[in-house]
């Protein structure tokens, strides 16, 4: 892949937010959890035979939600800029802030690729029908991915506003 279209370092970046910030070491559980759980509830789909009903409803939702965290990872950049420029002594705020990048990031990719499933899976399901289980349990997979991912950025957002009063 060329290093134009790489999600490398968006996919390593993530990944490093999974570190115990005391530590540094690798956070089983959470790993697991944010990886394992959106897998077994796609297997769960599969095996049961689970078809989604709704695809552009479903389709629609998804968009405007990547679309929103696009414009939250505008204003994250913003962030880091300013205070980068403001006060470069703050490097555990700064770092907090990186975290929430790295997981908006993350999320975005995320986002962008349920979308291009979603666009694929109701390309290929005649209209008012359900979607079949083999493009059912995939969406399951993503979807759940993206809420867990959401859930993440919020407890970050939540942590950088807490440092804010210390901070500034």
């Given at each position: 892949?060329?290093?134009?279209?790489?999600?490398?370092?968006?996919?390593?970046?993530?990944?490093?937010?999974?570190?115990?910030?005391?530590?540094?070491?690798?956070?089983?559980?959470?790993?697991?959890?944010?990886?394992?759980?959106?897998?077994?509830?796609?297997?769960?789909?599969?095996?049961?035979?689970?078809?989604?009903?709704?695809?552009?409803?479903?389709?629609?939702?998804?968009?405007?939600?990547?679309?929103?965290?696009?414009?939250?990872?505008?204003?994250?950049?913003?962030?880091r800029a300013r205070v980068t420029?403001?006060?470069?002594?703050?490097?555990?705020?700064?770092?907090?802030?990186?975290?929430?990048?790295?997981?908006?990031?993350?999320?975005?990719?995320?986002?962008?690729?349920?979308?291009?499933?979603?666009?694929?899976?109701?390309?290929?399901?005649?209209?008012?029908?359900?979607?079949?289980?083999?493009?059912?349990?995939?969406?399951?997979?993503?979807?759940?991915?993206?809420?867990?991912?959401?859930?993440?950025?919020?407890?970050?957002?939540?942590?950088?506003?807490?440092?804010?009063?210390?901070?500034?």
């Amino acid at each position: 892949m060329s290093s134009k279209w790489s999600i490398t370092a968006t996919l390593r970046d993530q990944f490093k937010t999974l570190r115990d910030a005391r530590s540094s070491k690798t956070m089983v559980f959470d790993v697991g959890f944010f990886y394992v759980v959106p897998l077994a509830l796609g297997v769960a789909a599969g095996v049961s035979r689970f078809q989604l009903r709704g695809l552009e409803g479903i389709l629609s939702g998804v968009s405007i939600y990547t679309a929103f965290l696009f414009g939250l990872l505008v204003h994250v950049f913003q962030l880091r800029a300013r205070v980068t420029d403001e006060d470069t002594r703050r490097h555990s705020f700064i770092d907090l802030i990186d975290e929430l990048e790295a997981n908006v990031s993350y999320a975005v990719l995320v986002g962008v690729a349920t979308t291009a499933l979603l666009m694929t899976t109701v390309a290929l399901t005649i209209k008012d029908t359900p979607a079949s289980w083999g493009w059912s349990a995939p969406v399951v997979v993503l979807v759940s991915h993206m809420v867990l991912a959401l859930l993440m950025i919020l407890k970050r957002t939540r942590a950088v506003y807490r440092r804010l009063p210390q901070t500034y």
